[in-house]
């Protein structure tokens, strides 16, 4: 398994401009073999910004390395850069391959 996250850093004020444009987006993820989960997350707040993360669960990281190289990651990411205001900073990519893993 593999783990794609972005954090962001969203400036006080946009918060809700930020969640209608993610709840709004064409993500395609669905369309990709390997792909299993995304989830969006909120978090905390800070002095002068808001963070959020998009966490998004693979088969393996050639699968989402896949995705990366596809028209549907393209297609998703085709609004890319705009909307810049409510940004504090661009996002910050993490990626972690899964060693151990316990359920309920």
Same mark, same amino acid.
């Given at each position: 398994?593999? $783990?794609? @996250?972005?954090?962001?850093? =969203? =400036?006080?004020? %946009?918060?809700? #401009?930020?969640?209608? $444009?993610?709840?709004?987006?064409?993500?395609?993820?669905? #369309? @990709?073999?390997?792909?299993?989960?995304?989830? @969006?997350?909120?978090?905390?707040?800070?002095?002068? %910004?808001? /963070?959020?993360?998009? %966490?998004?669960?693979?088969?393996?990281?050639?699968?989402?390395?896949?995705?990366?190289?596809?028209?549907?990651?393209?297609?998703?990411?085709? /609004?890319?850069?705009? /909307?810049? %205001? $409510?940004?504090?900073?661009?996002?910050?990519?993490?990626?972690?391959? =899964?060693? @151990?893993?316990?359920?309920?």
């Amino acid at each position: 398994m593999y $783990i794609a @996250m972005n954090r962001f850093r =969203v =400036v006080h004020g %946009h918060e809700e #401009e930020f969640e209608t $444009i993610w709840k709004n987006r064409e993500r395609r993820l669905s #369309e @990709m073999p390997g792909f299993v989960e995304f989830k @969006m997350l909120r978090g905390s707040k800070e002095e002068a %910004h808001s /963070n959020y993360a998009s %966490h998004t669960l693979w088969e393996s990281f050639a699968a989402f390395e896949a995705w990366t190289q596809s028209e549907q990651f393209l297609a998703a990411h085709k /609004n890319a850069g705009k /909307n810049k %205001h $409510i940004y504090a900073g661009g996002p910050h990519f993490e990626g972690y391959e =899964v060693f @151990m893993h316990e359920k309920a």
